[in-house]
C-alpha cells in the first residue's frame, strides 16, 4: 500500500536545540498531520496541514513548534527550542480526500 | 468533547481462536471510525473504516468490525486469530462535521497477544 516516509528514525539532542522532523507523505495526499506519543500512552493529534496552511493544531503544539512542506518537498515538523517533555515518537499522516490516513513509522526523540 | 474508549488494556489468546476488541465513542454526529494495528517498533497500518452504509465492515488480514449507533460502538473481530496478529490495536474517530480538519481521536489502545 501507499507508504508514508519519516526521517530519521532517531534522534538524540540536547535540551534546548533545535529539530527538524522529516515526512515523505504518499504523493498524491492532500492532507498532512503530525501525531505525538509518549511511551506507553495514546496517539494524540498534534497538528494538521492542508493547502500550504495549518488547518487546526491542538494544545500539545506549543509556541516553539511549526510545520511547512515548501515546494511540495518534505512536511516538516521542527521544535525551536526543545524541552524535555518533547521526548516522544512522532508520526507522520497523510490522506487523500477521503478520511483514510496513512502513517508513517515515527522518529523517536530524545531530548536530554 | 470527542473522546474513544478501549476497555480492555491486555487481551490474551491461543492460536485459532476469535477476538473481539471492544471500541465506544462518545459523539452523537455523523462520524468516521477506523482501527490500526501497530507492531512493536513500528509505525501504525490501516486496518478497516466505517463511514456511512453496510455497518460491518471487512479489513485486511481477515479482520471485520461492526458500527452500532445504538451503542456507540466499534468492535473489532477476527474469527481465528494468527500468532502474527500479536500487536497493538487502535480504535480512532473523527467526527464527520463541516470544517472538521479530519483529525483522528485515539484510544489507549489494546494489546492483543496471541500464544501458540
Known amino acids: 500500500g501507499p507508504k508514508v516516509l519519516q526521517i530519521p528514525s532517531h534522534q538524540i539532542i540536547d535540551m534546548g536545540q533545535m529539530v527538524t522532523l522529516n515526512c515523505d507523505p504518499v504523493s498524491n495526499h492532500l492532507y498532512f498531520y503530525w501525531y505525538k506519543q509518549i511511551l506507553g500512552q495514546q496517539m494524540e493529534f498534534l497538528v494538521n496541514f492542508y493547502n500550504g496552511k495549518v488547518m487546526e493544531k491542538s494544545k500539545l503544539f506549543k509556541d516553539q513548534f511549526s510545520v511547512e512542506r515548501p515546494d511540495g518537498s518534505y512536511f516538516t515538523l521542527k521544535i525551536q527550542p526543545t524541552a524535555l517533555e518533547d521526548s516522544a515518537v512522532y508520526f507522520c499522516a497523510s490522506s487523500p480526500v477521503s478520511y483514510e490516513q496513512y502513517f508513517g513509522p515515527g522518529t523517536r526523540l530524545t531530548v536530554l | 468533547t470527542q473522546t474513544v474508549s478501549q476497555s480492555d488494556a491486555h487481551v490474551t489468546v491461543f492460536e485459532g481462536d476469535s477476538v473481539e476488541l471492544r471500541c465506544n465513542y462518545s459523539?452523537?454526529?455523523?462520524?468516521?471510525l477506523s482501527w490500526y494495528i501497530q507492531h512493536h517498533g513500528r509505525g501504525l497500518q490501516f486496518l478497516l473504516k466505517y463511514y456511512s452504509g453496510n455497518p460491518v465492515v471487512q479489513g485486511v488480514n481477515g479482520f471485520e468490525a461492526e458500527f452500532s449507533k445504538s451503542d456507540s460502538s466499534f468492535h473489532l473481530r477476527k474469527a481465528s486469530v494468527h500468532w502474527s496478529d500479536s500487536a497493538v490495536y487502535f480504535c480512532?474517530?473523527?467526527?464527520?462535521?463541516?470544517?472538521?480538519?479530519?483529525?483522528?481521536?485515539f484510544g489507549l489502545g489494546t494489546t492483543l497477544q496471541v500464544q501458540p
Open positions: 459523539y452523537g454526529g455523523s462520524i468516521y
Open positions: 480512532a474517530a473523527s467526527p464527520s462535521i463541516t470544517g472538521n480538519t479530519r483529525k483522528l481521536i
